[in-house]
Structure formats: structure tokens, C-alpha cells
């Protein structure tokens, strides 16, 4: 009987650990699913700027409320800022680009 008693001991301590085990790897088995959608997510985008290039089609220009905000509030190195936040680019083109924008909108620089 004693073995018996041991066994219902060492249950839950097993259990815990397969639980464990398995919280600590389920991150890692949705790391790889997640590559994997981040890899055709990337590829299809390829294809898509492939045939925007084809069709010599160009994205419109990101012009965001607060960018302009900070345009009409003289605030156009902040504006800057944003601007290079959303998309990424350097700052020269930030700032054509943002100067564009404000005079697109008839924002005089201050």
C-alpha cells in the first residue's frame, strides 16, 4: 500500500511540471508560427510593390492629422518627427516631405 501512496504523491508534483513544460513552450511554438506569417507577409508585400512598380502606381503620401497639426501650431520639428516615426525615412526626406505637406495645405512656416 505504501507504493501506492507514493505514487498519489508524485502525481501532482508531475503534473505541475508537464504544465510548466508546456507554458513554457508554447511561446516558442507560436515564435515560429508567427515567423512564418511575418515571411509571406513580407513576401506578398514584394509582389505587391512589384506590381505597383509595374503599373508605375505610387502611395499617396501619409499626411496625418497631428503632422499638420503641429504644421498649423509652428511646430514643424515635431512635425518632422512624426512624419519620420510613420515611415521610417531619413531626415532630409522627412522634411521635404513635411514642407510639402505644408505647403500643399497653404501652412506658411513660422
Known amino acids: 500500500m505504501r ?3 507514493a ?5 501532482p508534483i ?12 508554447g511561446p516558442q511554438m507560436l515564435g515560429g508560427r508567427n515567423r512564418g506569417i511575418e515571411r509571406r507577409l513580407t513576401e506578398i ?3 505587391l510593390q512589384l506590381v505597383m512598380d509595374h503599373l508605375g502606381v505610387t502611395e499617396p503620401e501619409p499626411e496625418a ?4 497639426a503641429h504644421l ?8 518632422i518627427k512624426i512624419y519620420r516615426e510613420r515611415t521610417g ?22
Open 3 to 5: 507504493g501506492v501512496n
Open 7 to 11: 505514487f498519489v504523491v508524485w502525481i
Open 14 to 25: 508531475l503534473l505541475a511540471l508537464v504544465f510548466l513544460v508546456g507554458l513554457m513552450s
Open 45 to 47: 508585400d514584394r509582389r
Open 65 to 68: 492629422v497631428d503632422v499638420v
Open 72 to 79: 498649423v501650431a509652428g511646430n514643424k520639428i515635431q512635425a
Open 89 to 110: 525615412v531619413g531626415l532630409k526626406e522627412a522634411k521635404d516631405a513635411v514642407e510639402d505637406i505644408a505647403r500643399r495645405h497653404g501652412i506658411t512656416g513660422r
